[in-house]
């Protein structure tokens, strides 16, 4: 069984840049052609409206992105998600969706059986939000019986852009009504965790190393996921959102992820709950309505004997709901490629109400420009309609809902 990756936007393809830096070293994934094809190439598309970044990814010899698979615009989408929605008018950018899909339907072809894609971009970008919804919507409507997973990286609180709010509204509505699941990286929240116990800055590239090792912490093969035969199905994906987005309303994952060398899983499982964040800004405790551990490392076969002690310390952590009898799965693997050799490393991936305040802020801060009249009409000069603004409020307004009465006691 294959996925297919799409990139999208330039934070979708220098994230997607670190994911396949580490797959590519993942033997299980590379001989079960889960990630790559006969030829041993990626099973990915890289598409952005300017060719700076997708263009460097062909420029090595050694790349093992197919050229055909990488499409760039002629010019940018100027951090506006109608822009990148609806496209440029003018000669060739106005195919970057057609071309786009297209490049898909070919690599599905080359898959023995096609289970889904998983489509990395951001929520504040023009290419990543605007056109990164567009092709969801593309893609469920080619492949309605497919799975899609979007994995999105929220902008800094501090501003990246003055529509940033937009954008994160119309995307994040757009993911909700078309995808089956949400990955969404907070880049504060990030940048804090690998901020602690170090006086020194970090960097963008670091940031996107940090999510890139936490997609490929629950994306890898497992040893719980392997046939009886000792075969990889890369089912790890769309098993995560079986396991942790069970029903349609709630479809937010949250990652946490942590490695170290020469520690126990019990160590290590403390240190990672440690970064959590558990209370929001009010003070309230954050619920969680499932989650999924992926253990990663040598002696990883020791973790059965204590799994009920590392489910208990998960399930307080997470403060998880008690109507979900089973909250807390366990997967692990041998190998460990999300970080340095001989390390081991812990990946938590939970439906967690952080989502909540998340969806809660997108929405007070547009409405706030959206009822002062900001910005708007660099929407409407691009075709965006008063009525898809309101839909966009409407349906994250019920996300919220859906989730408050999930997550309350």
């Known amino acids: 069984m294959s996925t297919v990756f799409l990139h999208v936007g330039q934070c979708g393809n220098q994230v997607g840049r670190s994911f396949w830096k580490i797959a590519n070293q993942d033997k299980k994934a590379e001989n079960s052609a889960t990630f790559v094809d006969a030829e041993k190439m990626q099973r990915s598309v890289h598409v952005d409206s300017e060719p700076k970044v997708v263009h460097s990814l062909i420029a090595n010899q050694r790349s093992r992105v197919r050229k055909k698979n990488v499409l760039a615009g002629k010019r940018g989408r100027g951090s506006n998600w109608a822009m990148g ?9 106005d195919t970057l969706v057609e071309n786009t899909i297209d490049a898909v339907r070919h690599v599905v072809e080359r898959c023995d059986s096609f289970t889904g894609t998983v489509v990395m971009h951001s929520l504040a970008g023009g290419t990543g939000s605007g056109l990164g919804s567009r092709l969801c919507e593309c893609l ?8 899609l997973l979007s994995c999105a990286i929220a902008p800094f609180a501090s501003g990246e852009s003055p529509l940033q709010h937009y954008n994160s509204l119309l995307t994040l509505s757009h993911l909700q009504r078309y995808c089956d699941g949400v990955i969404v990286s907070y ?21 996107n190393r940090h999510i890139a090792g936490s997609l490929c912490g629950v994306f890898l093969p497992t040893d719980t996921l392997l046939s009886k035969c000792g075969y990889s199905s890369g089912q790890e994906p769309f098993e995560l959102l079986r396991a942790v ?21 019990e160590e290590l499982l403390k240190e990672t709950l440690y970064r959590l964040r558990r209370y929001d800004e009010h003070g309230k405790l954050f619920s969680s309505l499932a989650n999924v551990m992926v253990a990663r490392g040598q002696d990883s076969s020791s973790i059965n004997r204590i799994q009920p002690k590392l489910k208990s310390k998960i399930q307080t952590a997470y403060n998880c709901v008690r109507w979900n009898p089973f909250p807390v799965d366990v997967w692990t693997a041998t190998s460990n490629m999300t970080s340095t050799r001989d390390s081991s490393s812990v990946t938590i991936a939970a439906n967690y109400g952080c989502c909540v305040e998340h969806l809660d802020t997108v929405i007070k801060k547009s409405k706030i420009m959206y009822d002062a009249g900001a910005y708007l009409h660099w929407y409407w000069r691009y075709g965006l309609t008063q009525e898809m603004f309101d839909e966009s409020f409407e349906t994250l307004q019920s996300t919220i809902d859906e989730y408050q009465t999930a997550l309350s006691p």
């Open 85 to 93: 929605y609806y496209g440029l008018q003018s000669k060739g950018d």
């Open 140 to 147: 469920r409507d080619e492949y309605p019986m497919n799975y």
């Open 187 to 207: 880049n504060d929240e990030v940048l804090k965790r690998l901020e602690k116990g170090t006086d020194r800055s970090v960097s963008f590239e670091a940031v």
């Open 245 to 265: 987005c069970p029903m349609p309303a709630h479809k937010f994952i949250h990652l946490l992820h942590h490695s170290k060398k020469k520690t126990s899983w």
